[in-house]
C-alpha cells in the first residue's frame, strides 16, 4: 500500500481549512433600512422590513458593514438608490419627496437626501470629510470622502453597521403590494475604496421590503389632511405637481 506524505496531508488540511474561513468571512454590505415611519421611530432600531399604509412617510437610511476582510481602511464610500425599485410592487409607487417634480424642472432635491455628519453612527464620527449627495441623477447618490486618507476607519468584521446617509420616500395613495426597495447593486454605484484606493471587493446590497396594505377611509382622509397641513407650511412632501389630489388617485386605475 502506498503511503501518503504526511506532510502533503497537513497542506491539503492547512489549504481546507483556510479556503474555508474565507468563504465564512463577512463580505462587506451595504444595507437600506427603515428608521422612521411618519416622524415615528422604528422600534428596536432600523428594520429591513416593514408595513405601511398609502400616504405614509418613511425614512430610510443607508448602512455599511464588514469592509476590512483584510484589514483594509476605509477613506471612501459611495451608495445609489435603484430607482427601478420605487415601482416594484403591484400599484402605485414610493419615491423620494419632491421626486418626479425635481425630474421635471431638472433641478436638485438636496433636503429629501442628505448625509447627517451628527448621525450617532456615522461611518466617519469625529473625522473630517467631504459629504456630498446627488439628487441630480435618476438614482440619488450618497458619497463620503475622508480628507485624511491614512486615517480610515477599520470594521472589526462583526457585523456592527454604519451610517451612510439618509432619504425621505412617500408611499404613494393608490400603492399596493410587497415593494422592494434597494440600492444598485454595482461597482459604479456602490463603492468602498481603501487607502490605496482601489475598491474593495467583492461587496453586496441588501433591500428594504416594504409592505402596503390597504388603508380605510377614516385613516386615508387623516393622512391627507396630515400632508396638506406640512405642505401648507412649506414642506414639499408630495411627488409630482406638489398637489394634495395626487393622494387622491382612483384605486381602480
Known amino acids: 500500500m502506498q503511503t501518503v506524505n504526511r506532510s502533503i496531508i497537513i497542506a491539503l488540511v492547512t489549504a481546507n481549512a483556510f479556503v474555508a474561513s474565507v468563504l465564512a468571512a463577512p463580505v462587506p454590505t451595504f444595507s437600506l433600512e427603515a ?4 416622524d415615528v421611530p422604528i422600534p428596536q432600531g432600523p428594520s429591513d422590513s416593514i408595513e ?3 400616504g405614509d412617510r418613511i425614512t430610510l437610511e443607508v448602512y455599511l458593514r464588514d469592509w476590512s476582510p ?12 435603484n430607482p427601478a425599485s420605487f415601482s416594484s410592487g403591484n400599484k ?4 423620494p419627496f419632491g421626486y418626479a417634480a425635481a425630474r421635471l424642472a431638472g433641478t436638485d432635491n438636496p433636503t429629501q437626501c442628505i448625509i447627517d455628519l451628527t448621525h450617532p453612527k456615522y461611518i466617519y464620527q469625529g473625522q473630517t470629510t467631504i459629504p456630498v449627495t446627488d439628487t441630480r441623477s435618476e438614482g ?5 470622502a475622508l480628507i485624511d486618507m491614512n486615517n480610515g476607519p477599520l470594521s472589526k468584521q462583526d457585523g456592527t453597521k454604519y451610517y451612510m446617509g439618509s432619504i425621505n420616500m412617500l408611499v404613494s395613495g393608490n400603492a399596493q403590494g410587497e415593494f422592494e426597495l434597494s440600492l444598485i447593486d454595482s461597482k459604479d454605484s456602490c463603492q468602498i475604496l481603501e487607502t490605496s484606493g482601489a475598491q474593495i471587493m467583492p461587496n453586496k446590497v441588501e433591500s428594504l421590503k416594504v409592505s402596503v396594505g390597504e388603508a380605510s377611509q377614516i385613516e386615508a382622509i387623516k393622512r391627507i389632511i396630515d400632508l396638506a397641513n406640512r405642505a401648507a407650511g412649506g414642506l414639499d412632501l408630495l411627488p409630482g405637481s406638489g398637489c394634495v389630489a395626487n393622494l387622491l388617485m382612483d384605486n381602480s386605475k
Open 92 to 95: 402605485g409607487f414610493i419615491e
Open 140 to 144: 440619488y447618490r450618497w458619497l463620503s
Open 70 to 81: 483584510a484589514g483594509q481602511k476605509l477613506i471612501a464610500c459611495q451608495a445609489q438608490i
Open 35 to 38: 428608521a422612521y415611519i411618519n
Open 52 to 54: 405601511v399604509l398609502p
